[in-house]
T-cell receptor
Framework: AQSVTQLGSHVSVSEGALVLLRCNYS??????LFWYVQYPNQGLQLLLK??????LVKGINGFEAEFKKSETSFHLTKPSAHMSDAAEYFC???????????FGAGTTVTVRA | EPEVTQTPSHQVTQMGQEVILRCVPI?????FYWYRQILGQKVEFLVS????????KSEIFDDQFSVERPDGSNFTLKIRSTKLEDSAMYFC??????????FGPGTRLTVL
């Protein structure tokens, strides 16, 4: 079985500052890892995914994440926050032959002007 | 980019009533899913569907729930007798293969 833990339910950053959202995974098989973003009253939009290719994954809107097997982590970063990055972010995991995603509890990002 | 669509966007129902939530997955996708998100909580897997049958379901997906692909394009979730605790956002998703699910915008179900 796979699971993820997101550290920090709420992150507040200044506009232009680094955004760092933490995700650690637990998996008995090589994992597929995902970050999704949810804007208020909207669905889930895929930001990026790791599926056993390059360990540094670049996604949309300037986000990237690095898969670190030794640390069982898949942290999401963005060098410079924009006001439009205010949203809830979910880390998720599945197995390579798994048909479902297991989500973390989510991290709400607020961006201060 | 193709999209998963869901109707209605918001459904209000009385406790004990049956509801059907509808989804139109992306046309060439083979795998279909329902997830739900109770307000303030994490997104939870309900059920996956492949080749016209349930491939996996969670403990949440009890006998009150059922899924169907009635006509080759729609994918529905039925809740037979709604409870207050069924109030949530329900997301449909589809994928052509494992590891890339596209999510719909969700249906907010409110049970009174």
């Amino acid at each position: 079985a796979q699971s993820v833990t997101q550290l920090g339910s709420h992150v507040s950053v200044s506009e232009g500052a680094l955004v760092l959202l933490r995700c650690n995974y637990s998996s008995s098989v090589p994992p597929y890892l995902f970050w999704y973003v949810q804007y208020p009253n909207q669905g889930l939009q895929l930001l990026l995914k790791y599926t056993s290719a390059a360990t540094l994954v670049k996604g949309i809107n300037g986000f990237e994440a690095e898969f670190k097997k030794s640390e069982t982590s898949f942290h999401l970063t963005k060098p410079s926050a924009h006001m439009s990055d205010a949203a809830e972010y979910f880390c998720a995991v599945s197995g390579p032959n798994d048909y479902k995603l297991s989500f973390g509890a989510g991290t709400t990002v607020t961006v201060r002007a | 980019e193709p999209e998963v669509t869901q109707t209605p966007s918001h459904q209000v129902t009385q406790m004990g009533q049956e509801v059907i939530l509808r989804c139109v997955p992306i046309s060439n996708h083979l795998y279909f899913y329902w997830y739900r998100q109770i307000l303030g909580q994490k997104v939870e897997f309900l059920v996956s569907f492949y080749n016209n049958e349930i491939s996996e379901k969670s403990e949440i997906f009890d006998d009150q729930f059922s899924v169907e692909r009635p006509d080759g394009s729609n994918f529905t979730l039925k809740i037979r007798s709604t409870k207050l605790e069924d109030s949530a956002m329900y997301f449909c998703a589809s994928s052509a293969w494992t590891g890339r699910e596209f999510f719909g915008p969700g249906t907010r179900l409110t049970v009174l």
